[in-house]
């Protein structure tokens, strides 16, 4: 977050105007995409206030459409007013973002991700599409590297004010849900989001295609990596859960090559309660990054609806788990707001794939294997990078044996 003042030595440059600039640099063999100035003869740093991101949204509204610069590209859906005054988001974040005038959010990728990169693509589509709920593209900027596939280097959309973050609303909504024994507005908001996922696929309908035996066998493959790993990484009472039922286990990840000739298309990827943003009782769906666990090249392949499905029912009850760690609340009060919170985003997605004429998107063996998948991940992402996390798979794993070994 904090712009230091050193010089930077850019490898590339797109020049967006006045004494502004986006700059890619090398930061130790790792790159970055970083706001710069102009300081005499020297590029240095931008911060927020130096202008660098209206500088890119006056960039945008000049040049509506697709436009080549060098090794960059620019695709720009605004055609301006452009708004002024620069003041940084400060919540926890990977990257650095740029709120201006209180209408636009820049985010320039100081963590640069290897190509090829699926964010141009899905927001294009999305856009193209009419879909809604989610912040509005103003624009992207992609950059090739010299060895490498083309990938995002910056991302301008529109910004919601009050907008609250997945983890935060969803814990809350759960909690008062049990302790008010009421899980209507549970059931509402969950619906809602049961509708934006099934709005959200059906406006990526232009990109279905089928799925081959190749595909199968990478997903069953993957799925058992996983597995394997999470073996390696669980604590105690898990590892032993997976060993006593390793024959349920295995067969619902082994249909995960049975999903040949199914239709597939280019989903979010990555969805999860965290990446759903609420500002005025709207849901809107962020982060078209794909999944930060399969290489880039996997990253951007077409995957079954289900993939999207399975990882926001997963990731509700992780948020019950969740809900009861961080209050008074037993599991047990829990369970039947997950439940009852699951049920409806279900019905209601179900219904409105097929309102949109997209049923045959759903596949429910599909749907059981990769929420399986997405807990063993957990088990492998709290391992390896926040042991404090492993609480959430010691109680999904046994619910989830519990539900779909009967
Ligand atoms: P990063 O990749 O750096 O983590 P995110 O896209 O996850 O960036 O955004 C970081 C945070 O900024 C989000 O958690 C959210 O709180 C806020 N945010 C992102 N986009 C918007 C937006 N369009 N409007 C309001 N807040 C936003
Ligand atoms: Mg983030």
């Known amino acids: 977050m904090q712009s230091d003042s050193t010089d930077l030595d850019p490898l590339d440059l797109l020049r967006l105007g006045?004494?502004?600039?986006?700059?890619?640099?090398?930061?130790?063999?790792?790159?970055?995409?970083?706001?710069?100035?102009a300081d005499g003869d020297r590029w240095r740093r931008a911060g927020p206030g130096d202008g660098t991101a209206e500088a890119l949204l006056q960039l945008l509204a000049g040049t509506p459409g697709r436009s080549v610069r060098g090794r960059f590209e620019?695709?720009?859906?605004?055609?301006?007013?452009?708004?002024?005054?620069?003041?940084?988001?400060?919540?926890?974040?990977?990257?650095?973002?740029?709120?201006?005038?209180?209408?636009?959010?820049?985010?320039?990728?100081?963590?640069?991700?290897?190509?090829?990169?699926?964010?141009p693509g899905r927001l294009a589509a999305l856009t193209a599409a009419g879909f809604s709920a989610m912040p509005t593209p103003w624009g992207v900027v992609t950059w090739r590297p010299y060895d490498g596939a083309e990938t995002l280097v910056a991302t301008v959309t529109g910004y919601l004010p009050g907008a609250v973050d997945g983890w935060t609303w969803a814990v809350e909504l759960v909690k008062d849900a049990a302790?008010?024994?009421?899980?209507?507005?549970?059931?509402?908001?969950?619906?809602?989001?049961?509708?934006?996922?099934?709005?959200?696929?059906?406006?990526?309908?232009?990109?279905?295609?089928?799925?081959?035996?190749?595909?199968?066998?990478?997903?069953?493959?993957?799925?058992?990596?996983?597995l394997a790993a999470a073996r390696e990484l669980a604590a105690p009472g898990n590892a032993q859960l997976l060993a006593d039922?390793?024959?349920?286990?295995?067969a619902v990840l082994d249909r995960l090559s049975t999903l040949v000739d199914i239709p597939i298309?280019?989903?979010?990827?990555?969805?999860?309660?965290?990446?759903?943003?609420r500002a005025d009782d709207l849901l809107f769906v962020t982060d078209f990054d794909g999944n930060p666990v399969l290489p880039p090249t996997e990253r951007v392949l077409p995957v079954p609806a289900a993939v999207d499905l399975a990882g926001i029912l997963q990731s509700l009850s992780h948020v019950a788990i969740v809900a009861a760690e961080r209050?008074?609340?037993?599991?047990?009060?829990?369970?039947?707001?997950?439940?009852?919170?699951?049920?409806a985003l279900l019905d209601a997605y179900l219904h409105g794939l097929s309102e949109t004429g997209h049923a045959g998107l759903h596949?429910?063996?599909?749907?059981?294997?990769?929420?399986?998948q997405q807990v063993l991940r957990e088990i492998v992402y709290a391992g390896r990078h926040?042991?404090?996390?492993?609480?959430?798979?010691?109680?999904?794993?046994?619910?989830?044996l519990q539900e779909t070994s009967r």
């Open 265 to 277: 298309l280019n989903a979010h990827g990555d969805l999860h309660v965290g990446q759903v943003l």
């Open 386 to 400: 926040l042991p404090r996390w492993m609480y959430v798979p010691d109680a999904a794993l046994p619910a989830f």
């Open 363 to 372: 596949i429910e063996h599909a749907l059981t294997a990769f929420r399986l």
């Open 245 to 250: 039922h390793d024959e349920h286990i295995t």
């Open 327 to 343: 209050s008074e609340l037993a599991p047990e009060r829990l369970a039947p707001v997950d439940a009852d919170a699951r049920g």
């Open 18 to 37: 006045g004494r502004h600039a986006l700059a890619i640099v090398d930061r130790d063999g790792r790159l970055s995409a970083v706001p710069a100035v």
């Open 179 to 226: 302790r008010s024994g009421d899980h209507a507005t549970a059931i509402g908001v969950c619906a809602r989001l049961g509708t934006v996922v099934a709005d959200l696929h059906a406006s990526l309908a232009a990109t279905v295609t089928t799925s081959t035996r190749a595909d199968a066998k990478r997903w069953r493959d993957g799925a058992f990596a996983t």
């Open 74 to 119: 620019v695709v720009s859906w605004t055609s301006g007013p452009t708004p002024e005054t620069e003041r940084p988001v400060t919540v926890d974040q990977t990257n650095e973002s740029i709120i201006v005038g209180d209408r636009a959010v820049v985010k320039w990728a100081t963590h640069l991700e290897p190509g090829p990169h699926p964010a």
